[in-house]
């Protein structure tokens, strides 16, 4: 059976870092797309972050493009985001999703989700 579990949320300060984990069971990275999403209030689910996990190749939001940074650990079965010069506009709740298909940033794309971790962020 298929599991995401994601770890690592909490309160941050603007400017501030963390980083989010992704224990992954029951299936092999390789293939699949593994990402993360995040979902504010009211707003939809938007697609942050893809790693390839058959070539390592990455794609981005514009949002976060040289402030986070998506990897993945094999020996682990764990992805991670580490989240850089975080901002108020950050704050959501982060998902990580595996699947297949030709648009990484797209919620469709995405068989499998985990139960979300909270990120916040406030002065």
């Known amino acids: 059976q298929v599991q995401l579990t994601e770890s690592g949320g909490g309160p941050v300060q603007p400017g501030g870092s963390l980083r989010l984990s992704c224990a992954a069971s029951g299936f092999t990275f390789s293939s699949y797309i593994m990402s993360w999403f995040r979902q504010a209030p009211g707003k939809e689910r938007e697609g942050v972050a893809a790693f390839y996990s058959h070539s390592s190749g990455t794609h981005y939001a514009d949002s976060v493009k040289g402030r986070f940074t998506i990897s993945l650990d094999n020996a682990k079965n764990t992805v991670y985001l580490q989240m850089n010069s975080l901002k108020y506009e950050d704050t959501a709740m982060y998902y990580c999703?595996?699947?297949?298909?030709?648009?990484?940033?797209?919620?469709?794309?995405?068989?499998?989700w985990g139960q979300g971790t909270q990120v916040t962020v406030s002065s």
């Open positions: 999703a595996a699947g297949r298909g030709l648009l990484p940033l797209h919620a469709g794309t995405y068989t499998y």
